[in-house]
């Protein structure tokens, strides 16, 4: 610890203060250039003709105005090194040469950097990025100079100074013009050049640090006598939670003060994860990603009295100031308290839950949302009342929405403390069952804090059984669904794998002429193919009725099996099918469980005649063909390699259990559904029958489109090369399987001795027939169903 000492002799207690910070904020621009590098360089890639017409136009706008392009040659040239030394120069006189030392460190790194890196692709590497950056010359790659310029002035912190940033981007501007004009640079290497100027000059900043400007305990003791605080003890206390830094001030009449120091350094903290939140999150409960001081302070000040105005025990705000320009304080009246994370479970008696929800309610009366209403943020005074404290993250004249999340959050903290029972109880005795109806809906994990889901990790039936006790409490109630998110990560990585599948997809396609193979396609196959595709939809809707008990009706379940073929396009394919027939089937008056359990129990069958087909087939074929169908030894070792990580995987006790409790909440009712199924020879035989018909009816329409383009292959071949990328496919998290299905398909056929054009076509077809056809009478089924509510 270290003492820093104020006017009038007071010494502030804190830890010494480091010299130099390695501030956040400069390492979120360095990630952003490069970000902004790699766009530049793809599009630059895709729009190549546009830039080489540019710089021809522009090459003869130069040669008609020489003398216009030689003035800013020299100003340019010479500017470009006058500028940094004017500036440089000017900083030492102001006795800021560090400064100038970090930007000279920048510079040597930028020239180094760009000479090594042109070096590189003059080699050899990348050889459209060369030509790109080159247009195909004897230049260089990257400017070194112009990187160097540009890392330096982004050391420097030219940008933060308004005449000087002018002076120095007018002067980079004329450089680039007078290198272009000259054919000495391109339009993509002059934009490649000061971005990565730019990315070395934030990393230099961040590597080496940068000078502490946060004001010491000493200012903050002098901000607080300008405001009249006659302060005769100040101490440095632990940081809040979004790491602001906290002072214990002692006054001259004995009383105290809690001072929050907001610093601007501190202002892009954790901005990584407040981005992903407003994106993933609906504009209606996302927070701002990024605030400037002053909003910061004026935010915290504006909430602070409006709870103090509502009548609610909180620290009173005394007192409110900048120091300097880095930072700003809040000053408020100290209360001895302790957080409710500190109280033991048992002391938390009926009498204090209702407490913290009347204090929540005198809140909501004056339509504040608190938004962080945890066990830090909750205290007790000595004589055992309650005390919120916490007021940055709060919102005024806050919507319905953000008040029911205040509420949702609060119920989740305390039934984490004492049980969802009680705290239901507890809150509708004060809030009313009608304000807990309300905030059912977001009883969601991604709408409370972090803290909080850390702790339904240990508890994850928590918010099942709250939305139980609510319902038990207020079962008429009508509530509608709330979403909060945009979309949930698994969506992201969906995106993610749809686009890889696309490309994948594209390049197939490039091998193949549509045209060609529409035209030279057998029709008396083609039509075979199709229909075998129609038949599937028909054995689905069988198998489906089969393990149904309860009657369905034929062709609107088969309708159902079209819709189910619209849905894949935007979800895998065992998601979108599982999902349309549980919601099908709770539309006929089939309860949710026994819905559930019935498409799982249709899954389950349907799982072991995949297995036990392919390993039939693949029999057949391995003794009776098995010169035309033997797997290539990459293959041989892939299916090891995933046997392989089965069993490791399988191994590890953590993952088993997990997989073991999926499978066990899937199929969990799934044996006394069939149970229920097996009373009725009809319903086994038409399951059976269904089941059997689906595998049957797409490898037929596979073989056909084989042999619709030539192809010889035996029907057992074609149906281990069917089951074995159907399996690829399901696991894939594209839509439909995209490109999975369509890789394996075409690798298994070529492996079954099918030659490459041949099995391309006719994987194309078959995707055609069976994945793309189906979206438009899919669409209508969906669309028809939904209006007369059976889906």
Not at 35 to 47: N, P
Not at 437 to 443: D, G, R
Not at 617 to 628: D, K, L, P, V
Not at 660 to 687: C, H, W, Y
Request: aromatic share 6%.
């Amino acid at each position: 610890m270290a003492e820093s000492r104020a006017d009038n002799d007071v010494y502030v207690v804190e830890p010494l203060l480091p010299q130099r910070l390695r501030r956040p904020s400069d390492l979120l621009r360095f990630i952003t250039t490069l970000m902004v590098l790699g766009v530049v360089i793809l599009l630059a890639l895709v729009a190549k003709q546009t830039l080489i017409g540019l710089e021809a136009d522009v090459k003869g706008g130069a040669e008609l105005v020489p003398l216009l392009s030689r003035i800013a040659a020299f100003l340019g040239g010479a500017a470009v090194l006058v500028v940094p030394a004017a500036f440089a120069v000017e900083r030492v006189f102001h006795r800021d040469g560090l400064r100038v030392a970090e930007g000279l460190i920048a510079a040597i790194i930028g020239m180094a950097g760009s000479f090594l890196l042109g070096q590189w692709l003059v080699g050899g590497n990348l050889d459209d990025l060369r030509v790109l950056l080159t247009g195909d010359r004897d230049i260089e790659p990257l400017n070194t100079l112009l990187t160097s310029v540009v890392a330096y002035a982004t050391a420097v912190r030219i940008s933060r100074r308004p005449t000087w940033r002018i002076l120095m981007w007018t002067t980079i501007a004329l450089y680039i013009l007078a290198f272009f004009s000259g054919r000495q640079i391109t339009i993509p290497s002059a934009i490649v050049t000061v971005v990565v100027g730019m990315a070395i000059g934030y990393a230099t900043l961040y590597g080496v640090g940068s000078p502490n400007t946060r004001p010491p305990g000493s200012a903050v003791v002098s901000a607080l006598r300008k405001l009249s605080f006659a302060v005769v003890s100040a101490r440095r206390v632990e940081d809040d939670h979004q790491g602001s830094r906290r002072y214990a001030i002692g006054l001259k009449d004995g009383s105290s003060l809690d001072v929050t120091v907001l610093d601007r350094d501190r202002q892009v903290a954790g901005l990584p994860y407040r981005l992903w939140r407003r994106i993933r999150l609906n504009s209606e409960t996302r927070r701002r990603a990024i605030r400037s001081l002053r909003a910061e302070l004026e935010r915290e000040a504006l909430m602070a009295y409006a709870a103090q105005a509502a009548g609610a025990s909180t620290p009173r705000l005394l007192g409110t100031s900048e120091i300097g320009t880095e930072a700003a304080l809040l000053a408020y009246e100290h209360i001895e308290t302790r957080p409710l994370d500190e109280v033991p479970d048992t002391e938390i008696d009926d009498e204090l839950l209702a407490q913290i929800w009347e204090q929540v309610e005198l809140l909501q009366i004056q339509r504040l949302a608190h938004r962080r209403l945890t066990g830090d943020s909750i205290h007790l005074d000595r004589d055992g009342r309650v005390v919120l404290t916490d007021a940055r993250s709060g919102e005024i004249a806050a919507g319905d929405l953000l008040l029911r999340l205040d509420v949702a959050q609060l119920l989740t903290y305390l039934a984490l403390r004492v049980g969802a029972e009680r705290s239901v109880r507890a809150a509708a005795a004060v809030m009313g069952p009608e304000a807990l109806a309300a905030a059912m809906p977001l009883l969601q994990r991604i709408a409370l804090t972090r803290e909080t889901r850390s702790a339904l990790a240990k508890q994850k039936h928590l918010l099942a059984t709250l939305r139980e006790q609510i319902v038990a409490l207020k079962p008429s109630g009508t509530v509608e669904e709330v979403r909060l998110e945009r979309f949930r990560p698994r969506t992201l990585i969906t995106i993610i794998a749809s686009t890889i599948a696309a490309y994948i997809l594209l390049s197939q396609l490039s091998q193949v002429d549509v045209y060609k193979v529409i035209t030279t396609a057998n029709w008396a196959w083609s039509g075979l193919a199709l229909v075998a595709a129609f038949v599937s939809f028909v054995a689905a809707a069988l198998m489906l009725r089969g393990f149904v008990p309860e009657p369905l009706p034929l062709w609107r379940t088969v309708l159902v099996q079209f819709a189910s073929s619209f849905v894949k396009l935007v979800t895998p394919p065992a998601v979108g099918g599982v999902a349309i027939n549980t919601r099908y089937l709770q539309k006929r008056g089939i309860t949710p469980a026994s819905a559930v359990a019935s498409v799982g129990a249709s899954q389950l069958i349907m799982l072991v005649f995949h297995i036990a087909l392919l390993l039939l087939f693949a029999y057949i074929t391995g003794s009776t063909t098995a010169t035309s169908f033997t797997p290539s030894r990459g293959l041989v070792v892939a299916l090891l390699a995933i046997a392989l990580l089965v069993v490791v995987v399988l191994g590890v006790p953590p993952v088993r259990r997990m997989v073991t409790s999926r499978l066990r909440k899937l199929f969990g009712n799934v044996l006394p559904r069939l149970l229920d199924v097996l009373q009725s020879p009809l319903k086994m035989i038409e399951a059976g029958v269904g089941t059997l018909m689906i595998t049957i009816a797409f490898v037929a329409c596979l073989y056909a489109c084989v042999s619709a383009f030539g192809g010889e292959i035996s029907f057992t071949a074609v149906a281990v090369v069917y089951l074995t990328a159907n399996a690829i496919g399901s696991a894939a998290p594209t839509p439909g399987g995209l490109g999975a299905v369509e890789a394996a398909l075409v690798l298994a056929l070529i492996a079954a001795g099918v030659p490459q054009a041949v099995a391309t076509s006719a994987v194309l077809l078959y995707r055609l027939l069976t994945f793309w056809l189906p979206v438009l009478p899919g669409w209508a089924s969906f669309t028809y169903l939904q209006r007369h509510e059976s889906l």
